[in-house]
């Protein structure tokens, strides 16, 4: 099984510009979380998915960042417009539930100049 | 709120030494505690523990959990440079929630 997939790995854009993240996780893992990391941090959750439904977003900026999790599966996370503080990695981690080890993508790392 | 408190926040040891990180947690409805290793980007998997007193292990590192006392420890024994990595301890509560790392350094 290919793991949890992420795209891009890297993203420069200007402030103000809208960027987009896409996670595919492995098959069969309806739990979905995306985090953003800062350099010298731990990870810190954004919004968890059960299947399709958001059931927890209460850490979403929402009046720039959204995500969808159409179907169930695949998951984009998009910031518009950025500012030069949301330069971090971004991470996806997917898994069945029941806080069992759950895979992590290799991330995005945005650079908002 | 929910907090999740690692120590420490960096160490530095020399090539056989023992390390022990800590992580201290205060969650509502509790259920497991995670440790994961993170080289790079990927965070990966070392141990989950829901029980108290039971000691899970994999070769050099092993963690135990105290429910009663909210924290739980990780050891590595033996320590070689590519253990040198963050490792960040979470919780389980159907959110996971990470504490900030400890950056382990092992110097040759």
């Known amino acids: 099984e290919a793991g949890v997939v992420q795209s891009p790995r890297y993203k420069i854009i200007e402030k103000k510009q809208p960027v987009a993240f896409w996670c595919n996780p492995i098959?069969?893992?309806?739990?979905l979380y995306w985090y953003l990391q800062n350099l010298g941090q731990g990870p810190e959750l954004l919004i968890r998915y059960e299947n399709e439904e958001a059931v927890d977003d209460s850490q979403l900026p929402k009046d720039r960042f959204s995500a969808e999790r159409l179907k169930g599966v695949d998951s984009t996370l998009k910031i518009q417009p950025a500012e030069l503080g949301d330069s971090a990695v971004y991470l996806c981690?997917?898994?069945?539930?029941?806080?069992?080890?759950?895979?992590f993508g290799s991330g995005t790392r945005l650079t908002v100049v | 709120e929910d907090k999740v408190v690692q120590s420490p926040l960096s160490l530095v040891v020399h090539e056989g030494d023992t390390v022990t990180l800590n992580c201290s947690y205060e969650v509502t409805n509790f259920r497991s505690l995670l440790w994961y290793k993170q080289e790079k980007k990927a965070p990966t998997f070392l141990f989950m523990l829901t029980s108290s007193g039971i000691e899970k292990k994999s070769g050099r590192l092993s963690s135990i959990l105290d429910k009663k006392e909210l924290f739980s420890i990780l050891n590595i024994t033996a320590t070689q440079t590519g253990d040198s990595a963050i490792y960040l301890c979470?919780?389980?509560?159907?959110?996971?929630?990470f504490g900030a790392g400890t950056r382990l350094t092992v110097k040759p």
């Open positions: 098959s069969g893992h309806n739990t």
């Open positions: 981690a997917a898994g069945t539930g029941e806080g069992y080890g759950y895979t």
């Open positions: 979470a919780v389980y509560n159907n959110d996971m929630r």
